[in-house]
């Protein structure tokens, strides 16, 4: 998995103002998007509580990573 892996735009999209202006953004990352869903599991179980928030946090992103290497597959 590449840096440019984890930088991909999970919702990118654009919009046309008409007259040539065209509006462009970027959205959340993928990694993000995938550490946000983790999350919500992690945080279901009231068990993962014991270590502080920056334990889940970082469990999340770990998921996120371990997807994003199997996607690459």
């Known amino acids: 998995m590449t840096d440019a892996t984890k930088l991909e735009p999970a919702f990118p999209g654009q919009w046309d103002h008409g007259q040539g202006q065209i509006e462009s953004w970027t959205g959340m990352t993928i990694r993000d998007?995938?550490?946000?869903?983790?999350?919500?599991?992690?945080?279901?179980?009231?068990?993962?509580?014991?270590?502080?928030?920056?334990?889940?946090?970082?469990?999340?992103?770990?998921l996120a990573d371990a997807m994003l290497a199997e996607r690459a597959k």
């Open 33 to 62: 998007y995938f550490a946000a869903k983790a999350m919500q599991a992690l945080l279901h179980d009231a068990s993962c509580m014991d270590g502080g928030w920056h334990v889940e946090a970082k469990a999340a992103y770990a």
